[in-house]
Structure formats: structure tokens, C-alpha cells
């Protein structure tokens, strides 16, 4: 897998999970919830899975650019090959992240959580390096 590819499926991980907040939101609207119910500082009470969701999208967020601009800048550096190879686990260890945020918040979660996305900085500093060399 090229690591645009990785790019692209990051990014498509990330609308995945949004969809998942935005078709409860629907949903809660179809049932009478006035539209703008989730503003900003609300305290709307939502399951926990879908908190778990938003929080996961968040994440998701938080990362994307990173490994975007590394990405690209790899492209644009001819260097491709440095990433390409480990592109794909970043990608890997993004939807296994979010899989287990999905699934809960016990502390092993949190920890198994913790230990995917440290592996995702690790790829993220190894790449960089990669492409300074």
C-alpha cells in the first residue's frame, strides 16, 4: 500500500466515523430533537457509544494532518519510498485505535488505546527522520 493510499484511507476512516455521530444525530431529529440541539458547551446526553464516537472522530482529527503533511511532503520531495512502507501501519494502528475506542473505556482499553496511538507518534517520528536523512 502506497502511503497515499494510507492518506486516503485515514481520511476515509475518519468520515466513517462521523457518519456514525451524524446518523444518531438524524435520527434524534427524525424523533423530534430540535436541529441545533448540539451547539457548542450544550450538555446534550448522548449514549455512550456515540460520545465514544465523537471522541474517537476527534482523534481521528487530531492526527490527520500530521500524517498528511508528512505524506504529501514526502510526495513532493520525490522521497515516496520512505513512507510508503510504513504508511500502511500508521493507517493499521488509526482504525485499531478507534475500533477500541468504539468498543469502551475500561482500563485495559484505555491502555490497549494508549499503546496504538504511541505506536502511530513512533511512525510519525520515524518518518520524519526517514525523510531528514
Known amino acids: 500500500m502506497s502511503a497515499i493510499t494510507a492518506l486516503i484511507g485515514f481520511t476515509a476512516w475518519t468520515l466513517a466515523i462521523v457518519f456514525i455521530v451524524l446518523n444518531w444525530r438524524v435520527i434524534e431529529v427524525l424523533r423530534g430533537k430540535p436541529a441545533n440541539s448540539w451547539t457548542r458547551g450544550a450538555a446534550i446526553e448522548s449514549p455512550s457509544f456515540v460520545k465514544r464516537a465523537e471522541h474517537a472522530h476527534l482523534n481521528c482529527l487530531e492526527n490527520l494532518p500530521v500524517f498528511a503533511v508528512i505524506v504529501l511532503a514526502a510526495q513532493a520531495l520525490g522521497k515516496s519510498a520512505v513512507v510508503d512502507a510504513v504508511a500502511c501501519w500508521v493507517l493499521y ?40 536523512a
Not at 114 to 132: C, D, E, K, P, T
Open 93 to 132: 494502528a488509526r482504525i485499531a485505535q478507534s475500533s477500541v475506542h468504539l468498543i469502551g473505556t475500561q482500563p485495559m482499553l484505555v491502555l490497549v488505546r494508549a499503546s496504538l496511538y504511541g505506536i502511530q507518534v513512533g511512525l510519525f517520528a520515524y518518518m520524519l527522520w526517514r525523510l531528514a
